[in-house]
């Protein structure tokens, strides 16, 4: 299992910016694709970016050219810098993080599963 931690979110105004973070720990060998997701009060909950483990990104076209997602192996972190925020960005942003199977070290990888973290609040002002 892995278990995540998110944190950065907060209140910001209209233009600002902001760094979210999401650190996992415990089976952390098992990870692939990393991601943060974000629900907004009385929506459903969508996909902002998402990144390999080959560093392949992929964005939400409401974001794009103004959040970037990373992630430093290393330190089992993943990051979303968000840039230019706007009061439609407002939602609580969860950290998503996929272990896969691994047939090589299976009885550390055992299954396909997403993790979640619980959600950090970002709220931004017009």
């Known amino acids: 299992q892995v278990q995540l931690v998110e944190s950065g979110g907060g209140l910001v105004q209209a233009g600002g910016s902001l760094r979210l973070s999401c650190a996992a720990s415990?089976?952390?060998?098992?990870?692939?694709?990393m991601g943060w997701h974000r629900q907004a009060p009385g929506k459903e909950r969508e996909l902002v970016a998402s990144i390999t483990n080959g560093g392949s990104t992929n964005y939400a076209d409401s974001v794009k050219g103004r959040f970037t997602i990373s992630r430093d192996n290393a330190k089992n972190t993943l990051y979303l810098q968000m840039n230019s925020l706007k009061p439609e960005d407002t939602a609580v942003y969860y950290c998503n993080v996929r272990t896969q199977r691994s047939y090589i070290n299976s009885r550390t990888c055992p299954y396909d599963m997403d993790n979640w973290g619980k959600g950090t609040l970002v709220t931004v002002s017009s």
């Open positions: 415990g089976d952390t060998i098992c990870i692939s694709t």
